[in-house]
C-alpha cells in the first residue's frame, strides 16, 4: 500500500475530514494493517464533541478489524495466544498500550488504568509522527506493544465488530471485576452494544435469566431477534420510567437481581440500578466512560440492601483476546451480523448521525 485514506478530527465540534496520507515501512516490532472495518463507538460521539481532553487533529477509531500487509523487522511471526501471524491473516487489535512502568502498572496491577496509556483513534495526533494510528482509515500502523489477535476463518468479520470494543469490555467487567455466577438472575440497564454484549456474556456465563431494560423498542426488538436477552422492556415506552422498572422488579420475582450491570452511560440510570438489586446482590457499573455529570442519589439503597458496587474501566489486550476467543460460542449462539449496519468510509458523518439518533445499533466504516 503507498497512499491510504483516513477520517480525520481536525476540530472538536465540526464536521471530519477524509484525507489521504502516504502508508510508511511497518515499524520495528510492529506492523501494518489494511482496515477492512472501522468501528463507530458511543466515545467517538463524545470525541468529536471535545467531551474529553485528547489531542487533535488525530485520525479516529479505537476498534477495528483488518489485514496484515507487512510485518516490521522484529516482530514475532505469532499473535498474542501463540498462534502462527503472517502477511495476510486476517486480526483484531486492542485499542491500548500500557506502559508497564507507571504506579498502576507497577504495583497495582492495573494496566486498564495506566497513566500513559497510548490509545490508537484516541490520543495518538497526526504530530506524533505516525498519522495513520486510527482504524477510520483504509490502513493503520500498530506498533511494538500492541495486542494482535488473529482471527479463524470460520468467524464473520462483520459478526466479530459488532462487540469490537463493547465485548472486551464486558470480559473485563464480568471475568476480573464481578463475574455472573450460574444460576443469577441479571438485569442489564442499557440495549446498545456495552448492553447487548453484557447481556449475551451473561447467557453464555448461565444465568438463568436476563431481562434487558433500554430503548428505544427499535432495538429491543433487534435483540431479541438476535437471541439477546431472555426479557426486553422498553424503559422509553409509553408506560414512562416508573412503570418499566416496576416491570423489571416483576421479573425478577419481586426480590430483585442477583447482579444489576449498568451498561446505559446515563447517570441518572445508576439510582435507578440501585433498586433493581436484590438485598445482598450486587451493581456493576460500566456505562459511565465519559462524565456526563452528577446524579441524585438515595445512599440507603446501598446500606438496606447490603449492594457491592463495583465499577470497571476499560480493556486490556489480554480482554480482546478472550472476546476474539469467544467469538465461535457468540456467533454460535446469537445472530450477532444482524446487530451491524456498514457504511463506506466517506460516510463516516451519516454513521456518526446514525449512532446518535439510535437508529443503527451498531455502525461500522468498511473499506
Known amino acids: 500500500m503507498k497512499r491510504a485514506q483516513a477520517v480525520v478530527l481536525e476540530r472538536f465540534g465540526e464536521p471530519l475530514e477524509l484525507r489521504e496520507f502516504d502508508v510508511p515501512a511497518a515499524p520495528a516490532g510492529g506492523m501494518v494493517v489494511a482496515c477492512r472495518h472501522g468501528g463507530v463507538c458511543g466515545t467517538d460521539l463524545h470525541l468529536k464533541a471535545g467531551h474529553l481532553p485528547i489531542p487533535t487533529p488525530l485520525v479516529l477509531g479505537h476498534e477495528g478489524l483488518g489485514t496484515v500487509v ?19 491473516d486476517t486480526v483484531m487489535w486492542a485499542s491500548s498500550i500500557a506502559c508497564g512502568t507507571c504506579v498502576p502498572c507497577r504495583l497495582h496491577r492495573e494496566p486498564t488504568l495506566c497513566e500513559n496509556r497510548r490509545t490508537y483513534g484516541v490520543n495518538r495526533a497526526l504530530a506524533d509522527g505516525s498519522p495513520l494510528a486510527g482504524a477510520w482509515a483504509e490502513a493503520i500502523v500498530l506498533h511494538e506493544g500492541a ?24 470480559v473485563h467487567a464480568l471475568y476480573e471485576r464481578r463475574p455472573v455466577r450460574v444460576g443469577e438472575v441479571v438485569v442489564v440497564q442499557g440495549s446498545g452494544p456495552v448492553g447487548l454484549a ?40 409509553p408506560g414512562g420510567t416508573d412503570a418499566a422498572l416496576d416491570r423489571v422488579r416483576e421479573e425478577t420475582g419481586g426480590h430483585g437481581a442477583d447482579l444489576v450491570i449498568e451498561c446505559a452511560g446515563v447517570p441518572v440510570a445508576v439510582a435507578q440500578g440501585l433498586t433493581l438489586a436484590r438485598r445482598g446482590g450486587a451493581y456493576l457499573i460500566i456505562g459511565q466512560y465519559t462524565d456526563a455529570g452528577d446524579t441524585l442519589l438515595n445512599p440507603h439503597q446501598i446500606v438496606h440492601r447490603q449492594l457491592d458496587v463495583i465499577g470497571s474501566w476499560a480493556f486490556t489486550g489480554a480482554h480482546l483476546t478472550e472476546y476474539v476467543k469467544l467469538l465461535p460460542a457468540l456467533s454460535a449462539r446469537f445472530d450477532l451480523a444482524s446487530l451491524v449496519t456498514s457504511y463506506p468510509l ?22
Request: net charge negative; with cysteine; aromatic share 0%.
Open 70 to 88: 507487512e510485518l516490521g523487522p522484529g516482530t514475532p511471526g505469532r499473535d498474542a495466544t501463540g498462534a502462527e501471524l503472517a502477511v495476510g
Open 147 to 170: 495486542t494482535v489477535v488473529r482471527l479463524d476463518e470460520g468467524i464473520d468479520p462483520i459478526a466479530a465488530m459488532s462487540f469490537a470494543c463493547a465485548g472486551p469490555t464486558v
Open 198 to 237: 453484557a447481556a449475551a456474556l451473561a447467557q453464555l456465563a448461565g444465568a438463568a435469566k436476563v431481562i434487558v431494560v433500554g430503548g428505544p423498542r427499535g432495538r429491543l426488538d433487534l435483540a431479541a431477534k438476535a437471541g439477546i436477552g431472555d426479557v426486553h422492556v422498553d424503559i422509553t415506552g
Open 346 to 367: 466517506a460516510d463516516h458523518e451519516a454513521a456518526l448521525r446514525s449512532v446518535a439518533d439510535g437508529t443503527t445499533l451498531k455502525a461500522v466504516l468498511s473499506s
